[in-house]
């Protein structure tokens, strides 16, 4: 686990980490040898190649990975389509029970009558 401390400088001249599995591969590969991902991205901006393990582009800054995120944000909001009904459901339910419950306290915790 100490290993993983060491990721300041993934790209080194031994060669290029994995931003998957962080296997380290031989410099000139573009996919990973142990899980087949992509090792390099090109940038947005200039169109500069850089290793998918680096957050922006050694050429010009630009950050290399928004369109990355917004596509797997775009995958997760499709995918949870269907359980958003589920969880609405739930959540409807469990504010009725909730409302239920305060009913139920306010009317218990009612002032004793005033003789
Ligand atoms: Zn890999
Ligand atoms: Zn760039």
Sequence with gaps: MKESKRRENPTSAQGVACPKCEHVNDAGKHTCRRCGSHLYVSCNACGAH????????????????????????NRLSRKSK???KLIHLVLLVASILLAYKII???AEFQ???VE
């Design 50 to 73: 850089n290793a998918r393990v680096r957050s922006h582009c050694h050429d010009c800054g630009q950050r290399l990975h928004r369109g990355l995120w917004r596509k797997i944000e």
């Design 82 to 84: 269907g359980k958003v």
């Design 104 to 106: 139920v306290m306010l």
């Design 111 to 113: 002032p004793a009558p």
